[in-house]
């Protein structure tokens, strides 16, 4: 089964489907960091740096994919220019990203696709987006369907949300989304996630490196794989009044419990949060240094936020420091993506 993977980013979704068993074509993305990561870790797929909002693209994408069936598409467009223009004018120029995977969906007329976004979308001007979304799709011959799914369900260590479109081609079926491996007594932890790996207390490590411990957990058995190296497990260096302040937050904690006269310069819903050791991480963001180790005062590394995102460690991020948070924070859960594309495969191959 081929797949191709729109606004790729690093390719978090797509390295689920290929653990899922498909076969990636292409990963389409402007951003040339996140895309040198993907094509890295994508083997045999081409990591095309373009503009999905020109027609040049989409003949390159053609180009690439040849004589090739495309089975399913998979895409997570940015979804801005809706909040601007509104439903009635879905068709304005500003929302020309999401109007670009509409039209590769009616081009390729695949089996399946995926469009993964943000749970807010769901209810953008009282749904009456995602609705026009739905009836587009139905209107090209798909049975479609969407729902918000949280990421620890699917063994991911994060509290992640997201909201799911999946069509299926109405000769072939209808939308069937992965019930739940985990209730949420089961979830996987911070500390079940992530507590094997180097401190990085005395130490800020570098790029490449070793484990100085077996793992301790499942997950983390899960996550080594067969890795023998440390990649990307590199700490922030501090500011001591900023590892001070940290130090002042409680396991679970956040600015609220700071005493009076600290950390006023950050005074928002999530700032100076440190995680819960005993539960999954909240969000993974782009790395606006708001998030904090459940033990150590620090940020957490990029392998850490990788491994919180279910991301193999023998997936190897390159680029900034800076780039590499936001491809980790931008990024589908691998996991997430396997599980839709478990459900998918089934739903295809019948």
Request: with cysteine; hydrophobic share 35%.
């Amino acid at each position: 089964m081929n797949a191709i993977d729109l606004f790729a980013g690093c390719g978090g979704l797509s390295k689920g489907f290929m653990d899922a068993g498909f076969h990636i074509i292409v990963g389409v993305d402007n951003d040339k960091a996140a895309l040198n990561t993907f094509k890295l870790n994508h083997v045999g797929a081409v990591a095309l740096n373009a503009d999905l909002s020109k027609q040049e693209t989409f003949d390159e994408i053609k180009r690439i994919a040849g004589n090739k069936n495309i089975d399913v598409i998979i895409a997570g467009p940015p979804c801005q220019g809706f909040s601007l223009t509104g439903p009635r004018n879905f068709d304005d120029p500003r929302n020309k990203l999401y109007l670009a995977v509409i039209e590769i969906v009616r081009q390729y007329h695949p089996k399946a696709f995926i469009i993964e976004n943000v749970p807010g979308m769901a209810t953008m001007y009282k749904g009456l987006v995602k609705d026009e979304i739905l009836r587009r799709f139905k209107k090209m011959g798909y049975n479609i369907d969407c729902k918000i799914l949280c990421a620890a369900d699917y063994g991911v260590p994060q509290l992640r949300k997201r909201l799911i479109f999946m069509g299926i081609r109405s000769d072939i079926g209808k939308p069937e989304f992965p019930k739940p491996i985990l209730k949420p007594n089961q979830y996987i932890t911070c500390r079940e996630a992530i507590s094997d790996l180097p401190s990085r207390e005395f130490e800020l490590g570098e790029e490449k490196d070793d484990y100085d411990k077996k793992p301790l957990t499942p997950y983390q058995k899960k996550m080594r794989g067969n890795c023998q190296v440390l990649y990307n497990h590199v700490a922030t260096n501090h500011k001591q009044f900023v590892k001070d302040t940290i130090a002042l937050v409680p396991e679970g904690g956040n600015y609220k419990d700071l005493p009076a006269g600290w950390g006023e310069s950050r005074k928002f819903h999530e700032a100076w949060t440190r995680y819960d050791g005993n539960k999954p991480s909240k969000t993974i963001d782009t790395g606006h240094r708001n998030h904090f180790h459940y033990k150590y005062n620090r940020v957490p590394t990029i392998r850490e936020n990788a491994r919180l995102q279910s991301f193999p460690d023998d997936f190897i991020f390159v680029g900034t420091k800076t780039q590499q948070n936001r491809q980790v924070g931008n990024a589908v859960p691998p996991l997430l993506g396997y599980a839709l594309g478990k459900v998918l495969m089934k739903i295809i191959s019948k």
